[in-house]
């Protein structure tokens, strides 16, 4: 089993900035790969969207409406993953959940962290 521990959210005036961090662990202490690390979101009431997510090699993909204000890096040392939030609006308002697709050593599996909340003021 993958743990997280994310960190970062919180409550904001529009326009300001906030960054996320999310570190992964496994209780065993066992080695792991992560190939996919990143971020969803879901505001209340409406579907869980991805917002930024990197490959092993650094390669990203944003969702468009935070193409150019977020920005998503990783530490493969440390199994972290970080999303540096600016120019933030009211409706970048969301549980933030962090996710990484983690190779076992057989298998590729899609793990969740529980979320962290970021509130953006108007």
């Known amino acids: 089993q993958v743990q997280f521990a994310e960190s970062g959210g919180g409550l904001v005036q529009a326009g300001g900035s906030l960054r996320l961090s999310c570190v992964a662990s496994r209780d065993s202490g066992s080695t792991f790969r992560v190939n996919v690390f990143g971020w969803y979101r879901q505001a209340p009431g409406k579907q869980r969207e991805l917002v930024a997510q990197i490959t092993s090699d650094g390669s990203t993909n944003y969702l468009g409406s935070v193409q150019g204000r977020f920005t998503l890096s990783r530490d493969n040392a440390k199994n972290t993953v970080y999303l540096q939030m600016t120019s933030l609006k009211p409706e970048d308002t969301a549980v933030y959940l962090c996710?990484?697709?983690?190779?076992?050593?057989?298998?590729?599996?899609?793990?969740w962290g529980q979320g962290t909340q970021v509130t953006v003021s108007s």
């Open positions: 996710f990484a697709d983690v190779f076992t050593g057989i298998v590729t599996r899609r793990y």
